[in-house]
């Protein structure tokens, strides 16, 4: 079951109980990654200036998750701490009851959303690395797949504002000086932990062996082959999704007084 930081009350937050969500939202990422690789890169999808025939003022990608954002929006998922939509402005209120999370961040986090960085991160680096080239025309589906990969991504490097509130909140009185002299390069050393961040990579790319390693019968068969390749993936955790992550994490700090 995923780890819910909403489970989790704001006392019994831990630094074990916030990397244990983050270990399992590595399962999303992976298989949201897979199930993008099925369709080739389909590039049409990314098209921003669409032929005349077509109605949409901007990608049928952005088209996607713009339109996803507004109905999700309407059941309240961007209510939740967890959740940041990638187009904020316009949204819709929702029409659910109100959800009561547990107080957990400080309230200034709400101003910290990097979804613009995710969004071109993800098209302009990560995808033209795994997406094989090609078309096959299923244009709709692979933007679906598009969708699922960024809302994981993003909530996961967003999740950084609750592993800095756990690690405030163990030692104020380290985070506190660096914090109020707004000085970013003591907090990122602080919050650094390289140890942490090399079995990080190395579980990745064992989870990317084993979930989407080639199923045959043919034992026989020498070469193993996998879905992604398992390096790509131990590459996006090293150079964009923890930097950006510890990037969060040192943006909710510097508001964390104020
Ligand atoms: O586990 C932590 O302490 C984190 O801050 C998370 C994380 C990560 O993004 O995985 C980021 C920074 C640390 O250097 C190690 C790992």
Redesign the pocket.
């Given at each position: 079951m995923e780890n819910n930081i909403n489970k989790i009350s704001s006392d019994e937050l831990s630094?074990e109980s916030?990397?244990e969500s983050?270990i399992s939202q590595e399962d999303t990422i992976v298989f949201t990654l897979i199930e993008r690789a099925k369709f080739p890169f389909n590039s049409p999808t990314y098209d921003d200036d669409p032929s005349s025939s077509c109605v949409l003022s901007g990608s049928l990608v952005q088209f996607i998750v713009k339109e996803t954002e507004i109905l999700h929006a309407k059941v309240g998922r961007y209510t939740s701490p967890e959740e940041h939509p990638f187009f904020p402005d316009d949204l819709p209120p929702p029409l659910t009851p109100p959800h009561n999370y547990p107080q957990v961040l400080y309230p200034a986090a709400a101003s910290v959303n990097i979804n613009d960085t995710i969004w071109k991160m993800y098209f302009d680096k990560l995808l033209p690395l795994f997406a094989a080239d090609g078309d096959d025309g299923n244009y709709g589906s692979t933007a679906e797949c598009d969708l699922k990969c960024l809302q994981a991504l993003s909530r996961?490097?967003h999740?950084?504002k609750f592993?800095?509130e756990v690690?405030f909140r163990d030692a104020p009185e380290d985070y506190g000086p660096a914090i109020r002299a707004q000085d970013r390069d003591a907090l990122m050393k602080l919050?650094?932990?390289?140890s942490?961040?090399e079995m990080?990579k190395s579980r990745v790319e064992k989870k990317a062996m084993t979930f989407g390693q080639e199923v045959t019968l043919n034992d026989k068969e020498e070469k193993v082959k996998y879905k992604v390749d398992p390096a790509i993936v131990s590459r996006l955790?090293g150079e964009w999704?923890?930097?950006?992550?510890?990037f969060v994490?040192v943006e909710y700090l510097l508001r964390r007084l104020s």
């Open positions: 630094l916030v990397r983050l996961r490097i999740y950084g592993v800095a690690k919050l650094t932990f390289e942490v961040e990080v955790y999704v923890m930097p950006l992550t510890k994490q």
